[in-house]
């Protein structure tokens, strides 16, 4: 009786095991590091960045340079010069920021340089992670590398639908 019902724990702590989600932590930014792609791609990032940067510095300096003439000149200057010179600092200072958004800003050139570069190898190190997570059957993985983040999540334990019908929304 007593192997019966040991037999009986252990067949029950099997069954739930199995069931139990499986997952797997990895880190990107590990594995980006390692690849020799990648690493091509940042220097060429970094080389375009820091030509980018030294472009947006030679236009700043022009620009401060003609702030310190202009505050050097300005008690010698009629109303309708200083009108003049402050119009034009106005428009440098607009043409430096308007260059820094070009090239750094928010799809600025840095940005589609490193879209064009970068997210193809990022993409083949997603499609790994999702053979991998198929073949062996994990049901999400977690990416360490800047936070935790769910990288792969396997369809079938995403329950947004059973929410949404709780809360008594149909689709």
Do not use: H
């Amino acid at each position: 009786m007593k192997k019966l019902l040991i037999l009986a724990t252990c067949f029950l702590l099997l069954a739930s095991v199995s069931k139990a989600q499986r997952y797997a932590v990895i880190d990107t930014k590990y594995i980006l590091d390692k690849l020799p792609e990648y690493r091509d791609a940042q220097k060429l990032l970094d080389q375009f960045s820091e030509q980018w940067q030294q472009e947006v510095d030679q236009k700043q300096s022009l620009m401060d340079k003609m702030y310190k003439d202009y505050d050097a000149e300005q008690v010698m200057l009629s109303d309708v010069l200083k009108k003049k010179r402050e119009d034009e600092l106005f428009n440098k200072e607009k043409e430096v920021r308007d260059l820094q958004k070009k090239r750094f800003g928010y799809e600025g050139d840095l940005f589609k340089e490193r879209q064009k570069l970068v997210k193809p190898i990022q993409d083949r190190v997603y499609t790994a992670v999702q053979k991998i997570a198929t073949a062996r059957g994990y049901d999400f993985i977690l990416d360490k590398s800047e936070g935790i983040t769910v990288i792969f999540a396997d369809p079938k334990i995403d329950k947004s639908e059973d929410i949404l019908r709780e809360l008594g929304i149909k689709n």
